[in-house]
């Protein structure tokens, strides 16, 4: 099976704090994905990962940056908090496009992180 | 961008009852997933389809790929408690980037 593990389940930061929210995978899978969930909105793409040191941008990118320096580990990193930051973040990972299943995601758990 | 359109947004069965939803889109799919959501929990994946027309089971779960591409289908069977929760879809438009999901279908059971 595979498992996607994040840091935290539940963070509260302040406003301005600089955040870290780890991902870590165990199955090998080249592509990791960063998401918010917000009621009303669904899931929207922060940023995404197609290989070690590689990261495009999502469709909510903006406040927002990520760091993939080992296959297994993708972060997302709030450089200044803010309160409309306050959201349910979800980590994916995915095999390569082109394998025998290139979409299949598999979600962690999520972080509920609320900024104060 | 591209949008799903999932339906019902939320829906109240009797336990026992069938349940039926689905996932329209105004463009050509080419992969339909679909994906379950617990309180407090990440989704997990129930079913995928890859070929028009497609239907697959997963327990009490049908899934159907349309054989129009552009839309998918959700029934589950027998309901019982522990089918509360959010159903996704979510899909790849043919040729192209990352998957695009819908807003979900909020299924609560009446005891």
């Known amino acids: 099976d595979v ?32 998401y918010r969930q917000d009621p009303g909105l669904g899931l929207r793409l922060i940023y995404f990962s197609y290989d070690v040191k590689m990261k495009e941008k999502g469709d909510i990118p903006e406040g927002y940056s990520v760091s993939r320096e080992k296959k297994e580990r993708f972060s997302l990193i709030l450089e200044s908090a803010s309160t409309n930051q306050t959201s349910m973040y979800l980590c994916a990972t995915g095999l390569e496009a082109g394998g025998a299943h290139p979409t299949e995601q598999f979600f962690g758990p999520g972080t509920r992180l609320t900024v104060l | 961008g591209q949008q799903l359109n999932q339906s019902p947004q939320s829906m109240f069965i009797q336990e026992g009852e069938d349940v039926s939803m689905n996932c329209t889109s105004s463009s050509i799919f080419n992969t339909w997933l679909w994906y379950k959501q617990d309180p407090g929990e990440g989704p997990v994946l129930l079913i995928a389809l890859y070929k028009a027309g497609e239907l697959t089971s997963n327990g009490r779960l049908t899934a159907q790929f349309g054989i129009t591409r552009k839309d998918s289908f959700l029934n589950i069977s027998a309901s019982i408690p522990s089918d509360v929760g959010i159903y996704f879809c979510a899909g790849r438009v043919r040729s192209q980037g990352n998957l695009i999901f819908g807003k979900g279908t909020k299924l609560s059971v009446k005891p």
Not at chain 1, 4 to 33: A, I, P, W
Request: glycine fraction near 4%; charge should be neutral; charged fraction near 30%.
């Open chain 1, 3 to 34: 498992k996607v593990t994040q840091s935290s389940r539940y963070l509260v930061k302040r406003t301005g704090e600089k955040v870290f929210l780890e991902c870590v995978q165990d199955m090998d899978h080249e592509n990791m994905f960063w």
